[in-house]
């Protein structure tokens, strides 16, 4: 059972290159994509979904694209505000807001309150990193030491988990990454540890339900051990 599913969305752009497409257009595309795998997700009984939008490097993109991005981003919210009521889908941001446009995080802000009593979460991951969520852990950690609030030789696993972003949020069970790319781009490196991992050649633009249930299947497969032997080797 997948509690907690992940997907680095990859492929946009080589979607709407492929097409002679701006690179914009693909990301609409992308946008109607979130839309199906939202609704794969309730019929599969999965509780998280967790976005991989917009990391940190991402900033560093043609302003134009950005600019764009963050357009899409806010028209998606608008538009899509009325489904996540539907399906009673609560929206939260995990990353650096303080990175985002006022426009964009008044809207983020307004849409995660509206949706605040629902129990299924979608987890948008905006101007977020791996690397710079750990490190936002450990000024936390090390801000409540230098005031006297915490013995440096008791920080453990737990004491840096719950210094991340969303601590209350489970790991993920399964990250998925389309376009065929085989790494995690950054992606939820404390959360990732052991998760599974599915990579498939389909561009998000382009996945559909037989995509969906593809990663699933495959999950199914797997043997968890989290470090441990399998129960065919004890």
């Known amino acids: 059972m997948i509690r907690h599913l992940a997907i680095i969305m990859d492929g946009n752009g080589r979607w709407a290159k492929a097409r002679g497409l701006p690179r914009s257009e693909g990301h609409r595309a992308g946008g109607e994509t979130v839309r199906r795998v939202l609704g794969y997700c309730r019929d599969a009984g999965i509780q998280y979904l967790t976005l991989y939008a917009f990391s940190v490097e991402n900033w560093s993109r043609p302003k134009e694209e950005v600019e764009a991005l963050m357009h899409l981003l806010v028209a998606y919210l608008s538009g899509e505000e009325k ?6 889908v609560r929206l939260r941001i995990m ?5 985002l446009p006022p426009a964009v995080n008044a809207e983020l802000a307004r849409v995660e309150q509206a949706t605040a009593g629902y129990e299924r979460q979608l987890i948008l991951c905006l101007s977020y990193g791996g690397r710079t969520e750990i490190a936002h852990a450990a000024q936390a950690l090390a801000t409540l030491a230098a005031q006297g609030k915490l ?8 004491a840096v988990a719950k210094h991340l972003y969303l601590p209350d949020v489970p790991d993920p069970d399964l990250i998925v990454r389309t376009s065929g790319e085989l790494r995690l781009s950054n992606f939820l490196l404390w959360q990732a540890s052991y998760a599974e991992l599915y ?9 559909r339900e037989a995509d969906f249930q593809a990663a699933l299947e495959a999950f199914s497969k797997r043997d968890r051990r989290y470090g ?5 080797k004890r």
């Open 83 to 88: 489904m996540l009521h539907e399906n009673r």
């Open 199 to 207: 990579v498939t050649q389909t561009l998000w633009p382009d996945f």
């Open 228 to 232: 441990g032997l399998s129960q065919e």
């Open 95 to 99: 990353g650096r807001r303080s990175d």
């Open 151 to 158: 013995d440096p030789a008791t920080i453990d696993e737990a």
